[in-house]
């Protein structure tokens, strides 16, 4: 079983910069996919980022890339988005993800079984 805890929301203004961070307690973090989500009231959990299990491939949504930059430190089973030049629209209660799978990025919310509780973000304008 594996436990997701996000942390590093809170309120920043517009064009400011946030990290978020996701530890993870169990498994064998060195061999999950990760991705980041979110979601506002009303609407479906969307993709924001994803990172295979080696690193080195990732995978951005369009209102993000160029904009974030998804990480992972297998010493201390973190995955890190950093999200900068921040817009209101990135608004959301943002999720980390985890999947026990060594086949590439993984985009969608099905292939996810694990999910953190969520931090929220939130940019004025």
């Known amino acids: 079983q594996v436990q997701l805890v996000e942390s590093g929301g809170g309120l920043v203004q517009r064009g400011g910069s946030l990290r978020l961070s996701c530890v993870a307690f169990g498994g064998t973090w060195s061999s999950y996919a990760l991705g980041w989500f979110r979601q506002v009231p009303g609407k479906e959990r969307e993709f924001v980022a994803a990172i295979d299990w080696t690193g080195i491939k990732t995978s951005y949504a369009d209102s993000v890339k160029g904009r974030s930059t998804i990480s992972r430190d297998n010493a201390t089973n973190t995955v890190y988005l950093q999200m900068n030049s921040l817009k209101p629209e990135d608004t959301a209660v943002y999720y980390c993800?985890?999947?026990?799978?060594?086949?590439?990025?993984?985009?969608?919310?099905?292939?996810?079984?694990?999910w953190g509780r969520g931090t929220q973000v939130i940019v004025s304008s």
């Open positions: 993800a985890a999947h026990f799978s060594r086949v590439g990025v993984l985009l969608t919310l099905g292939d996810y079984p694990y």
